[in-house]
């Protein structure tokens, strides 16, 4: 069911094309600080109108925006309990290495199990439609990559089941 | 106790250590092992003979603790080695078993380490030998006891299973429990990966094994702490064929260590998935710092590189030319040059090299003094 996963993909990357639209905008509160807005939310004329993006009720992506940054959270599937531990254990691990990835942050939205910020200072260094290309490309890769562990999961147990049962014969 | 070497180690080297020396030595150790388990090991200069003394916490305690180790565990130890190895009466106190050995008697070539090996292991032979006694009577089910009564058998302090005898097989049933919900997780994983490869057409003629979250019939009445559990139950079903000849020794192995196979697996798998990840995380990394390098890249090239970049080209080549000639020449005087003498290189280059009088910018004309 390749269709539906492209179709959602594509309506995110041109949610992100959209809203990636960041400029420099020193913090109205206090001078001489430059915050990304849509991490404070003081200001309401400087946010935009948040999108949910939903594949179905497991999977779905919410993207917050502002004048100088933008937010983006994603839940990711979870069928089973097993998927569950290796989705929360794995991007758990990425989170707290965030800073080589420079646009993740280090704690996901409550309700979401990763987030990405960027701000126009990133936008300003990587090229807009390469950034996005990396956000679709990380969604991609963190699916299959669940789905792999599993399967290897399964696959070293059944093998070490059958080493065990050997033993008896 | 949690380890899939029967022989213990500490023990093993000690005892290697008196058997190869040259001349008796003095030796009086204690051992512990995995909190519960003591050896006290004494060997005297004087004396040709050497005392190991063992206490174990036994697998079950009810009714061996009245009338010490039974004469079929005691009949296993003697097995090790007829010659070499005796049981002193009584044991010395505060121990189940003494032994005497006498390392004169062992034979001068590897057989006398595997028999060393095997003394080393006599507490693993002591708790396996309760459990293959039970195990050996699976046929002979006596109708008159009535009830089946679970048998509470601990191998690790805080992880007893019991044995349940049944007309024609013996179950035994392990009580699962694991720290954290994720090792929950990978073990129940692997328990019904365990139930669907014991279950399919070419191992039939393995213990038929279950699990389920809820604990078996058979084990009603036994008390709630031991009951309690966060990764259910796995029970495997013994039958006559899996203790005859050979195959008894390895079915008590292995169920006496299913605890550790298990929790062996569950290390062994959060180890892989840590390292998977890792992997992973380095290559979505390798793929957002190369379009921060190649984003770089682009942008000189839109502000007018193209003109820089043709310059570059043509002095590059130049320079080429220019940097081949020279090597040219040198090879060529080398050749020419067949005498070599060190430092004459640089002796000729200071003073033997003619002077340039011609100057690219002009000459300058001498004066006529007439």
Not at chain 1, 80 to 87: P, Q
Not at chain 1, 129 to 146: R, S
Request: net charge positive; glycine share 4%.
């Amino acid at each position: 069911m390749a269709n539906p996963l492209k179709l959602y993909l594509t309506c995110i990357r041109n949610t992100l094309e959209a809203a990636m639209c960041l400029q420099n905008f020193p913090c109205q509160e206090v001078e001489r600080h430059n915050k990304p807005e849509v991490e404070l939310k003081t200001s309401p004329e400087l946010l935009l109108n948040p999108v949910l993006i939903c594949r179905n009720e497991a999977e779905k992506c919410l993207i917050e925006t502002s004048i100088n940054s933008l937010r983006i959270s994603l839940k990711v599937k979870q069928a089973d309990e097993l998927e569950n531990i290796l989705a929360k254990k794995f991007l758990r691990f990425l989170s707290m290495r965030a800073e080589a990835f420079q646009v993740l942050r280090r704690k996901p939205v409550q309700g979401y199990d990763i987030s990405f910020l960027i701000t126009n200072y990133h936008c300003e260094e990587m090229q807009k439609q390469k950034l996005i290309d990396f956000i679709v490309q990380f969604m991609e890769d963190i699916d299959k990559e669940i789905s792999e562990l599993k399967m290897s999961v399964s696959t070293r147990g059944r093998l070490v089941a059958s080493e065990f049962l050997k033993q008896f014969l | 106790m949690a380890t899939f070497e029967r022989a213990s180690p500490a023990l093993k080297e000690i005892l290697l250590r008196i058997y190869n020396a040259e001349k008796p030595i003095e030796v009086d150790h204690h051992l512990y092992e995995f909190g519960s388990v003591e050896y006290y090991i004494k060997s005297s200069a004087s004396e040709p003979f050497t005392y190991l003394s063992i206490s174990t916490p036994l697998l079950s305690q009810g009714v061996f603790l009245s009338y010490g180790l039974s004469p079929y565990t005691l009949q296993m130890v003697r097995d090790i080695s007829i010659d070499a190895l005796d049981i002193v009466e009584p044991p010395t106190d505060g121990y189940q078993l003494t032994l005497r050995l006498d390392f004169s008697k062992l034979p001068h070539d590897k057989e006398s380490l595997k028999i060393i090996t095997e003394v080393s292991s006599v507490q693993a032979v002591i708790l396996s030998s309760q459990l293959k006694e039970m195990l050996q009577n699976v046929n002979s089910w006596d109708i008159s006891q009535g009830m089946y009564k679970p048998i509470k058998l601990i191998y690790h302090p805080r992880e007893p299973f019991y044995v349940i005898r049944q007309p024609q097989k013996i179950v035994a049933v392990f009580p699962m429990r694991f720290k954290d919900h994720s090792d929950v997780i990978i073990a129940t994983s692997f328990f019904q990966e365990l139930m669907d490869v014991g279950s399919s057409g070419k191992w039939a003629k393995v213990p038929h094994c279950n699990w389920s979250p809820i604990p078996p019939p058979e084990l009603i009445g036994e008390p709630f702490e031991d009951l309690s559990t966060n990764g259910g139950f796995v029970s495997f079903d013994i039958s006559s064929h899996h203790v005859e000849g050979k195959r008894l020794d390895k079915t008590v192995w292995s169920l006496l260590n299913f605890y550790a196979y298990v929790k062996h697996h569950v290390k062994c798998t959060r180890g892989f998935i840590q390292r998977r990840m890792r992997r992973r995380m380095d290559s979505l990394v390798q793929v957002l710092e190369k379009s921060m390098i190649e984003e770089n890249g682009e942008i000189k090239k839109i502000k007018g590189w193209k003109k820089m970049k043709k310059w570059m080209r043509l002095t590059s080549k130049s320079k080429m030319i220019k940097r081949r000639y020279h090597d040219f020449r040198k090879k060529m005087k080398r050749i020419r040059f067949r005498i070599k003498i060190h430092g004459f290189a640089r002796f000729r280059r200071r003073w033997l090299t003619m002077p340039n009088f011609s100057s690219s910018m002009g000459y300058t004309q001498l004066k006529n003094n007439n």
